[in-house]
T-cell receptor
Framework: GDSVTQMEGPVTLSEEAFLTINCTYTATGYPSLFWYVQYPGEGLQLLLKATKADDKGSNKGFEATYRKETTSFHLEKGSVQVSDSAVYFCALNPNAGNNRKLIWGLGTSLAVNP | NAGVTQTPKFQVLKTGQSMTLQCAQDMNHNSMYWYRQDPGMGLRLIYYSASEGTTDKGEVPNGYNVSRLNKREFSLRLESAAPSQTSVYFC????????????FGDGTRLSIL
C-alpha cells in the first residue's frame, strides 16, 4: 500500500546551517505531496506542496522538489533559524479515486541552537 | 479569520467517563477529519467525513464515535474513556480535491486517569 518514510530525528543544527530532511514515498499512480510543520503546542500548518513530478514547492525559505524517479520529496533550507525549531511531517495524497485521506510520515523533530 | 476551532483545549477525565470534543470550521470545507497524535506514532486518522451526512472509519476508530452535525461541525465522542485514549486530538478540514491541503485546529490535549 501507499506509505511515507521520513528520516528519524531529532535533528539538531546550529543557526545558519543547511537543512535536509529526507522523505521517500511509495504510491501507485500520481500522488500529491505535502510538507507540514508543527510548532510547539500548536496544530499542523501546511508548509509547501507539489502536485506533479518535477514541481518545486517553496515557502519561508524551505524548498522541496517532487522527484518521481527517486520517489522522493526532500525538504531543504539553506540557512535555518532558531524559529524553525519544530516537527516536520511529510504526507501524500494518493489521488486515487475518491480517496481524500492523507498518508503521513512519522515526523522529524528539528532543534536549531543559537 | 478563525479557520478550524477546537474545544476544549485541555481536559482531564477519569476512566469510564464520557466526553465530546467539538470542532468547527468556517472555510466552507466539505471534508473534515479527526486525528490523534501520540509520541513516536505520528498522526493517526480516527474518523473522517468526506461530506456533510457521511462519515467513515480511519485507522484507529475503536472507542470513538463521530457526528457530522452540519457542514461546519464535526464532533468526536469518547463513550467510556480509557487511559489508552490519552493523547492530543486534532481536527482538520479540507476542500474537496486530492491536491488540496488539510487545515488543522490547535488540538485538544486529553488526559485520562
Amino acid at each position: 500500500g501507499d506509505s511515507v518514510t521520513q528520516m528519524e530525528g531529532p535533528v539538531t543544527l546550529s543557526e545558519e546551517a543547511f537543512l535536509t530532511i529526507n522523505c521517500t514515498y511509495t504510491a501507485t499512480g500520481y500522488p500529491s505531496l505535502f510538507w507540514y510543520v508543527q510548532y510547539p503546542g500548536e496544530g499542523l500548518q501546511l508548509l509547501l506542496k507539489a502536485t506533479k513530478a518535477d514541481d518545486k514547492g517553496s515557502n519561508k525559505g524551505f524548498e522541496a522538489t517532487y522527484r518521481k524517479e527517486t520517489t522522493s520529496f526532500h525538504l531543504e533550507k539553506g540557512s535555518v533559524q532558531v524559529s524553525d525549531s519544530a516537527v516536520y511531517f511529510c504526507a501524500l495524497n494518493p489521488n486515487a479515486g475518491n480517496n481524500r485521506k492523507l498518508i503521513w510520515g512519522l515526523g522529524t523533530s528539528l532543534a536549531v541552537n543559537p | 479569520n478563525a479557520g478550524v476551532t477546537q474545544t476544549p483545549k485541555f481536559q482531564v477525565l477519569k476512566t469510564g467517563q464520557s466526553m465530546t470534543l467539538q470542532c468547527a470550521q468556517d472555510m466552507n470545507h466539505n471534508s473534515m477529519y479527526w486525528y490523534r497524535q501520540d509520541p513516536g506514532m505520528g498522526l493517526r486518522l480516527i474518523y473522517y467525513s468526506a461530506s456533510e451526512g457521511t462519515t467513515d472509519k480511519g485507522e484507529v476508530p475503536n472507542g470513538y464515535n463521530v457526528s457530522r452535525l452540519n457542514k461546519r461541525e464535526f464532533s468526536l465522542r469518547l463513550e467510556s474513556a480509557a487511559p489508552s485514549q490519552t493523547s492530543v486530538y486534532f481536527c482538520a478540514s479540507s476542500v474537496t480535491g486530492a491536491a488540496q491541503p488539510q487545515h488543522f485546529g490547535d488540538g485538544t490535549r486529553l488526559s485520562i486517569l
